[in-house]
């Protein structure tokens, strides 16, 4: 008996080895290591030396964006709920009621080309998504870092957005 006892310690020593010898294949492997989120600094500006549209141009772009759109929310937010929308006093003065009328026409006017911005944002903040940020979307050219920083919502190259302006003026004499 005892015999046949070291003989199973001898195998089953061996089989651990053998585990042993593939776990440090195993581990002595290269790993694919997911990059950890890039960071940028509050003060970081896009430089044209830097590769167009890098994660970090990307990131500054994207925070950019979205600090203008809580900004947007909260002007229309205000104008909604805090501004002189809410009078509802009918003023004896024909003249009152008419400037009262034309003040609240001239608000709803802006609000409404807040909202027509807001939905740019929300279709720039998709192309930084989809990687088509930056790009012209009729030329599929550079849009060139300083007229994003002019313009984060711009979708087209000053050339084609000239074209696109001159084709609108046409059709809107016709």
Not at 8 to 13: L, R
Not at 14 to 29: E, G, R
Not at 71 to 82: G, Q
Not at 100 to 127: F, G, H, P, W
Request: aromatic share 6%; hydrophobic share 35%.
């Amino acid at each position: 008996m005892p015999k046949t006892s070291k003989v199973k310690k001898k195998v089953s020593k061996s089989k651990i080895k053998t585990l042993n010898k593939t776990k440090k294949k195993v581990i002595s492997k290269p790993k694919l290591v997911a990059k950890g989120p890039i960071k940028i600094s509050s003060t970081y500006i896009p430089k044209d030396s830097e590769k167009y549209m890098c994660e970090k141009h990307k990131l500054f772009f994207r925070i950019k964006l979205q600090e203008w759109k809580k900004e947007l929310v909260k002007a229309n937010n205000d104008a909604l709920y805090n501004g002189s929308m809410d009078d509802n006093s009918i003023s004896a003065d024909i003249v009152d009621q008419a400037s009262s009328y034309t003040d609240k026409n001239v608000e709803m006017k802006a609000i409404n080309r807040q909202i027509k911005l807001i939905s740019e944002i929300d279709k720039a903040l998709i192309r930084i998504k989809d990687d088509t940020y930056g790009y012209c979307l009729d030329t599929a050219e550079p849009i060139g870092l300083k007229r994003l920083m002019a313009r984060p919502v711009a979708k087209y190259t000053i050339a084609a957005q000239e074209k696109h302006e001159k084709n609108e003026k046409v059709y809107a004499d016709d």
